[in-house]
């Protein structure tokens, strides 16, 4: 999917040669050190930044770099962000139907119901009619998912989706993202957590100073790390 | 004092100096959002012009830019609308109050747009919508519902500001002030109060509306 990827932020080389193929169906976490680079990756693979060398293809199709091509693009590539982002001033069953009608050119009515059925599904279906404020930061999140599901993406990315949120409320959003991996989503997710990691993951890639250090099972990369940095970085968050 | 307000014809003055004021408001509104939509569009061209425009006439005087439309426009180049004198006056005294006041109101929208976290836009590219649509369903109603209050603040402005249209002989309030005082000197002073009331009704129910209105349409985060 990535190949030989590069991006800078001025001097600074963010993304170096990465190169990632996700399969479809995968699972795979990113992990890795504050700065390494994980959020840019995440937004460089639906092209929120653009990126300076390289090629990102999606079922072999390049990624187009403008325009109206690049927005029906981005809509099969579900996101979903680490401050969940829900529009401030639409509910939260037109927070999920906004994409599908405008973008998908769903009638209004489909798009209601088949929203309906994601909330029902991420249970937040008796919020329907609130707005994003007045729900907790676990409820949002869950309805961020939704908005994204709403689009049927090909490939869904979590950047942080849990590291805003109480710790009560983690375990609420890790459910639902488990679940989505057993159903045979793509993912990819950026994320801390181990445990969801071991239970959900595919495949683990470490990244450090914007470049793939190592990738290995989750077992495997937790219980015998082969690089440095990664031994380096696991012994920083185990100890928490 | 009759014979004050029959001569004078306040009510006249009051309906013209309305119509100065509404029509005004109509032309920023429109003008200020377009300017706005300029200015935070990805064009550079675009944003470049509308904050040319923003510079320019904000620090201009808005009797500059009313003589220029009145003399320089309509006698000088002889750019005519409508045929009697008056529905002319008027029509370039609503073009110029509008011209000056949009900079205002697209001032206030971007300040209503800089409320809008980053990751709003963000959230709506990423499910798919192209940037006019980004921009109708997702900036735009939340820029204008932030913007509601400072958009008030022009709006009570503008409807003083009508009064320079006097300079160019509009038969508004102001004018009748000073051509009344001239003819009615010991009614001065209910002259000052009667003009004062007259800018009192139309100003007053508009801040406490936009006061009433920027609390219920207030975006909560
Ligand atoms: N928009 C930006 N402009 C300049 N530098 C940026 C920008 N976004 C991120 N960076 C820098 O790029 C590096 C990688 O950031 P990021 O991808 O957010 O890392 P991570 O998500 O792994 O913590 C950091 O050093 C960060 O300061
Ligand atoms: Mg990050």
Same mark, same amino acid.
């Given at each position: ?37 994980? *959020? ?34 981005? &809509? ?6 680490? *401050? ?13 139907? %906004? ?15 088949? &929203?309906?059925? %994601? ?13 994003? &404020?007045?729900? *907790? ?6 309805? &961020? ?88 970085? %696991?012994?920083?968050? %185990?100890?928490? | ?21 509404? $029509? ?9 959002? =377009? ?17 040319? +425009? =923003? ?10 830019? $009313?003589?220029?439309? @009145? ?22 005294? =609503?073009?110029?109050?509008?011209? +000056? ?14 409320? !809008? ?38 709006? !009570? ?10 300079? @160019? ?25 009667? @003009? ?5 009704? $139309? ?19």
């Amino acid at each position: 999917m990535l190949s030989g990827v590069n991006k800078h932020f001025g001097d600074l080389h963010v993304l170096q040669d990465i190169d990632l193929t996700i399969h479809r169906g995968e699972v795979v976490i990113v992990i890795g050190p504050s700065g390494s680079g994980k *959020s840019t990756l995440c937004r460089t693979i639906n092209r929120l930044e653009p990126y300076e060398s390289g090629s990102i293809t999606i079922d072999g199709k390049e990624l187009p770099s403008e325009g109206r091509e690049l927005a029906r693009l981005r &809509a099969d590539v579900g996101m979903v962000f680490q *401050s969940f982002n829900l529009f401030a001033h639409k509910t939260i069953l037109e927070n999920i139907t %906004l994409g599908p009608v405008k973008v998908r050119k769903q009638k209004p009515e489909a798009a209601r119901k088949r &929203a309906m059925e %994601l909330l029902e599904r991420v249970g937040v279906a008796h919020q329907a009619e609130k707005y994003p &404020a007045q729900l *907790s930061g676990g409820q949002q999140q869950r309805v &961020a998912i939704a908005r994204a599901l709403a689009m049927e993406p090909k490939v869904m990315l979590f950047d942080e989706p849990t590291s805003a949120l109480d710790p009560e409320m983690i375990n609420e959003v890790l459910d639902v993202m488990t679940d989505l991996a057993r159903e045979g989503m793509t993912m990819v997710v950026v994320t801390h957590e181990m445990g969801f990691a071991r239970k959900a993951a595919n495949r683990v890639v470490f990244m450090s100073d914007g470049q793939v250090v190592e990738q290995a099972d989750p077992e495997t990369f937790f219980t015998a790390p082969r690089s440095e940095r990664a031994r380096d970085f %696991l012994g920083k968050i %185990l100890t928490h | 004092m009759a014979e004050m307000l029959e001569r004078a014809d306040f009510l006249a003055a009051f309906w013209m100096t309305l119509r100065l004021a509404v $029509l005004g408001t109509v032309g920023a509104l429109l003008l200020g959002m =377009v300017v706005a939509i300029m200015r935070v569009s990805p064009f550079t061209s675009l944003q470049f012009f509308a904050r040319t +425009y =923003v510079t320019l006439i904000r620090n201009s005087p808005l009797t500059l830019i $009313l003589f220029f439309c @009145v003399f320089g426009l309509q006698n000088s180049l002889g750019m005519r609308v409508g045929d009697d004198l008056s529905t002319q006056n008027l029509f370039w005294g =609503v073009v110029a109050i509008s011209v +000056y006041h949009a900079s205002f109101i697209a001032e206030a929208l971007r300040s209503g747009v800089n409320t !809008i976290p980053l990751g709003q836009a963000e959230a709506a590219r990423a499910i798919g919508l192209p940037f006019g649509a980004s921009l109708r369903h997702v900036i735009m109603p939340q820029a204008v519902r932030g913007a509601v209050a400072p958009v008030g603040n022009v709006i !009570i402005a503008l409807t003083k500001n009508t009064t320079v249209a006097a300079t @160019v002989g509009i038969a508004e309030l102001a004018s009748r002030m000073k051509t009344s005082i001239e003819f009615f000197p010991n009614l001065l002073y209910l002259i000052f109060v009667l @003009v004062a009331v007259c800018f009192v009704v $139309l100003t007053l129910p508009t801040g406490l509306f936009f006061t009433w209105l920027s609390r219920k349409v207030a975006v909560q985060r």
